[in-house]
C-alpha cells in the first residue's frame, strides 16, 4: 500500500521516472453523481498518477439527497424512501467494484454486495375505483442474471416482443376471469365468451410477427411495423366494444381490461411514432397520458393507476402540486419499460442498512483507498467564471467557505460512528472533533442547511493553475442561480438550464410501530406501494433494517415504516436570508404526516386504530413512548421537508431535456458537471442517472472512454 492508502502498482511507481505534475481536480459536492466521477478519475494506477482529486463537501456526511443519518436507538433516519430498481446497470456495476476495493474482513457486517442489497419483488398500487381505494399487487418473478452485469442487448422487436407475450399472459387471465365472473353471477351473453377469439387472434398475429421480426425473418420493417400497429389498434376497438362494459363490478376484471389496454396503448404509440428507433427524447416534449390518449389509451386506463404510477414514484407534479401532474413521454415509458423488462436479478431491491451506510460508505472508502482527498465542512459559495481573451471561457476561482475548525487538522474528519460494527453516518457532526463543537450544540446549528445563519469561520479562494486544474461540478440544479451567477452571466445555456429544469420539494416520515404488519391488517407481504392518497402517496414497509438498528429489547418495535411524497411549495427555493424557511416546511411537513395517520392509513393497516375508536389512528403503537397521549406520540418519531436548493428532487416536465446541458458540453474550458439534472439521457430523478451523469463528467473530464450500460438504446 502506497502512504495514502491507495493500492500500488510496481510499474508505474518505478524509481526512475519523476513524478509528473498531476492535474488537481476539484470535485463540488458528494452526491451519488460527484462520487461516481470521484471514483472513476481515481480507479487505477495511470489515473491516479495523473489527477489529484479533492471533492468539497458542505457539512459532515456524503450522499446528498440519498444521504442518511443514525438517531436515536441507532435508528436509521434518510431523506426518503430509497430503492435501487433492478434495472440500475450502471449503478450496481459501480457498487460491485466499491465493495470489491473496500475489500472488508468476510466477518465484518455487510462485506459483500450480495449481503448489501436485497431483492424487493412486491409491488403493490392503490387505486381509486368504484368510489373507494382498491389495491393492485404485483409479485415479479425474478430472474438469474446479476444486478450489475452488461444490459440484454434489448432491440426494438425484443421489446415488443415482451411487451405482447405479458399481454398475452394478461389476455389467457382474462379469459378465465369471463368464465370465473359468469359462475359467480356477472350476466355474460353467449357472445361476450366466444368474442375472446378475435382479440386472442389479433395478439397472437401480432406477436408471430415481433417473433419473426427478431429473428430477422422479415426485412420489409416499415410494412411490419404497419402491421402491428393495425392489429394492436383493432384489439383496443375490440377491448373497449367487447371487454369494457363488463367491468364495472369486477375489479379483477377492470385490471385485466385496464392491463390489456395500458399495454397495448403503449405499444402503438412505440410503434407509431417509431419511439425505439428514433430514440425516447423524440417523444419528450409530450405529456405521458397525453401522448398515451393519443394512442388509443381508454379514458378508464388513463384514470388508472397504472397511467398514474409513473408520475407519483417520480413526484412528476409542477412545483409539487399533485393537481398539476406532468412527465415527459419518453422518460416516463423509459422509466416503465425499464422498471417491467428488464430488471437484473429481481425487480427492485432495498439496501440492508441506510442507504448512506449501503450506497455512501463503500463509495467513501473506495475513493478513499484510491486517493481522493475529502474536504468535510466545505461549503461552495461560489463558482467564478471569466473569459480571458479569445476561447471559451473558464472557471478561475472557487470561493468556498470552511465552515468549522477540526480539533485536528493534520489527521482530518472521521465521519463515522459504528453501529453493530457497521461504519455509519451520524445524523449531526462528530462535535468533538470541531473547536466549534458545543456552540454549534448550543446555537442549534444545522450545518447542512442552505438557510443556516452560522458564518464559515474562514473562507478559501481556490485559484485556477494554482490550487485547480479542473473542476467538476456536482452540486444540484436549484443551486446554481446563488453559485454560478457569473456562468449564468456569461453562457445563455446555462440561464435557460437553471429557468427550466424543473425540481421540487419533498417531504417524508418513518414511524416505529410496536406490532407486525400482520396484526395491523396487512397482509400481503412486505410491500412496495405507491399511488395512494396525495401528497404522501408512497409507502414501504423497511422492517428488514431493524436488526440493523439498536433497540434494546423487550420494548423494540416490530414494524418500521417509511411513507413519503412531493411538497408542494415554490417554483425556485428562496434566498438562503430565509432563515426561518426550513423549519416552517418542517412543520407542514409534520401537519401532513399527522393527518396521514389521522384520516389515510386505515386503507393501509385497517388495524392499527385504537381499540375503542376504530376511527382513529392507536397512536400508543409508535416507539419508543415518550409519556404523551394520542398526536403527541409522534414526536418521538423521524419526519423532515427537503427543501434546500440542492435537497429539491428533479423533475422530468415536458420538453425540458432541451434545457439540460451535457457534462461535455459545458461552454466552459475547465468545467464538467454531473448530477441527476444534467442531460444524462435518464431524467427522472434516480441514483442511476446520477450515476451516468458522473459517468459521462468522467469521460468529459479526462477525454478517455468509458462504457455506459444501456447508452446506446436507452438513454437517448
Ligand atoms: C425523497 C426522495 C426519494 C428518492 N428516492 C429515490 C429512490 O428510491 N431511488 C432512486 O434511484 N432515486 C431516488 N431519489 C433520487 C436520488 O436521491 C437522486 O437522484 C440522487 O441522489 C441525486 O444525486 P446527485 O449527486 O445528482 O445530487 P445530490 O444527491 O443532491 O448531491 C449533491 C451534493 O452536493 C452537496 N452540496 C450541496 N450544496 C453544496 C455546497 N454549497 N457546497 C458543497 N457541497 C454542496 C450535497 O450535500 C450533496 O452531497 C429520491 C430523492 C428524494 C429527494
Not at 316 to 334: E, F, H, K, T, V
Not at 469 to 490: E, H, N, R, W
Not at 494 to 514: D, K, L, N, P
Request: proline share 6%.
Amino acid at each position: 500500500m502506497s502512504d495514502d492508502g491507495s493500492p500500488v502498482d510496481s510499474e508505474s511507481n518505478s524509481q526512475n521516472v519523476a513524478p509528473r505534475k498531476k492535474k488537481k481536480v476539484a470535485v463540488l459536492g458528494g452526491g451519488a453523481a460527484a462520487l461516481t466521477t470521484a471514483y472513476y478519475l481515481s480507479r487505477t494506477p495511470e489515473l491516479r498518477d495523473e489527477y489529484e482529486v479533492t471533492v468539497f463537501q458542505v457539512g459532515w456526511r456524503l450522499g446528498g439527497k440519498g444521504a442518511s443519518g443514525r438517531g436515536p436507538n441507532g435508528r436509521i433516519e434518510e431523506h426518503g424512501l430509497h430503492i435501487f430498481w433492478g434495472f440500475y446497470e450502471n449503478a450496481f456495476a459501480l457498487m460491485r467494484e466499491c465493495y470489491r476495493v473496500m475489500d472488508r474482513p468476510p466477518t465484518a457486517p455487510l462485506a459483500t454486495f450480495d449481503q448489501a442489497f436485497l431483492p424487493r419483488d412486491l409491488i403493490a398500487m392503490e387505486d381509486f375505483v368504484a368510489g373507494r381505494w382498491q389495491r393492485w399487487v404485483v409479485p415479479f418473478t425474478s430472474n438469474s442474471r446479476q444486478p450489475g452485469s452488461e444490459g440484454d442487448g434489448s432491440t426494438t422487436w425484443t421489446v415488443v416482443e415482451t411487451v405482447l407475450r405479458i399481454a398475452r399472459k394478461l389476455f389467457d387471465r382474462l379469459k378465465s376471469g369471463l368464465t370465473a365472473a359468469a359462475q359467480q353471477g356477472v350476466t355474460l351473453t353467449a357472445e361476450d365468451l366466444t368474442s375472446t377469439a378475435e382479440g386472442e387472434r389479433l395478439l397472437d398475429q401480432a406477436l408471430a410477427h415481433a417473433v419473426a421480426a427478431k429473428g430477422g425473418q422479415i426485412a420489409a420493417e416499415e410494412a411490419l411495423v404497419e402491421q402491428v400497429l393495425d392489429l394492436m389498434r383493432r384489439f383496443l376497438q375490440w377491448l373497449a366494444a367487447r371487454i369494457a362494459h363488463l367491468i364495472e363490478s369486477n375489479f379483477l376484471l377492470y385490471q385485466l381490461y385496464v392491463g390489456l389496454d395500458f399495454l397495448v396503448a403503449n405499444l402503438v404509440g412505440i410503434l407509431a411514432d417509431k419511439v425505439l428507433s428514433k430514440g425516447f427524447n423524440s417523444i419528450e416534449g409530450q405529456d405521458y397520458r397525453a401522448w398515451l390518449a393519443k394512442h388509443g389509451a381508454s379514458s378508464l386506463s388513463l384514470r388508472s393507476v397504472l397511467s398514474r404510477v409513473i408520475y407519483d414514484a417520480a413526484m412528476s407534479m409542477i412545483d409539487g402540486d399533485p393537481d398539476r401532474q406532468a412527465i415527459g413521454a419518453g422518460s416516463a415509458l423509459r422509466a416503465l419499460l425499464r422498471i417491467g423488462l428488464t430488471y437484473q436479478g429481481h425487480v427492485a431491491y432495498e439496501f440492508a442498512a441506510s442507504m448512506g451506510d449501503v450506497v455512501f460508505v463503500p463509495l467513501y472508502e473506495a475513493c478513499k483507498k484510491q486517493g481522493v482527498r475529502f474536504e468535510f465542512f466545505h461549503r461552495v459559495e461560489e463558482v467564478v467564471a471569466e473569459r480571458i481573451g479569445e476561447g471559451k471561457p473558464r472557471i478561475t476561482k472557487l470561493r468556498i467557505g470552511r465552515q468549522v475548525d477540526l480539533k485536528r487538522p493534520e489527521v482530518g474528519y472521521e465521519p463515522f460512528i459504528y453501529v453493530k460494527n457497521l461504519p455509519c453516518w451520524p445524523d449531526k457532526p462528530l462535535y468533538d472533533q470541531i473547536v466549534q463543537g458545543d456552540q454549534l450544540i448550543r446555537e442549534g446549528i444545522d450545518l447542512e442547511s442552505f438557510y443556516t445563519p452560522w458564518r464559515s469561520v474562514s473562507e478559501r479562494v481556490l485559484e485556477v493553475d494554482k490550487d485547480f486544474d479542473q473542476v467538476v461540478y456536482g452540486i444540484p440544479v436549484a443551486s446554481v442561480p446563488f453559485l454560478c451567477p457569473t456562468l449564468m452571466k456569461l453562457n445563455p445555456a446555462w440561464r435557460r438550464m437553471a429557468g427550466e429544469v424543473a425540481t421540487i420539494q419533498t417531504q417524508s416520515f418513518q414511524i416505529w410501530v410496536s406490532r407486525d404488519l400482520r396484526s395491523l391488517g396487512w397482509t400481503v407481504g412486505n410491500p412496495l406501494l405507491t399511488g395512494y392518497v396525495e401528497p404522501i402517496d408512497t409507502w414501504a414497509d423497511m422492517t428488514n433494517l431493524l436488526p440493523r438498528e439498536g433497540w434494546a429489547q423487550p420494548n423494540a418495535p416490530r414494524t418500521v415504516a417509511y411513507f413519503c411524497g412531493p411538497l408542494p411549495g415554490p417554483k425556485q427555493p428562496p434566498p438562503p436570508t430565509e432563515h426561518g424557511f426550513p423549519a416552517a416546511q418542517r412543520k407542514r411537513a409534520l401537519d401532513n404526516a399527522l393527518s396521514f395517520l389521522r384520516n389515510d392509513i386505515g386503507v393501509l393497516w385497517p388495524r392499527s386504530v385504537q381499540p375503542n375508536n376504530l376511527a382513529v389512528f392507536d397512536w400508543n403503537l409508535l416507539v419508543p413512548s415518550n409519556e404523551q397521549l394520542g398526536e403527541e406520540r409522534f414526536k418521538t418519531q423521524y419526519w423532515r421537508a427537503n427543501v434546500d436548493p440542492s435537497e429539491r428532487y428533479t423533475l422530468a416536465l415536458p420538453g425540458t431535456d432541451k434545457a439540460r446541458i451535457r457534462p461535455d458540453q459545458t461552454g466552459f474550458a475547465n468545467l464538467t458537471i454531473c448530477g441527476d439534472w444534467v442531460d444524462n439521457g435518464f431524467y427522472i430523478g434516480a441514483a442511476e442517472g446520477a450515476v451516468i451523469s458522473g459517468m459521462l463528467a468522467f469521460r468529459a473530464a479526462t477525454g478517455q472512454p468509458l462504457h455506459i450500460s444501456g447508452e446506446a438504446f436507452w438513454y437517448r
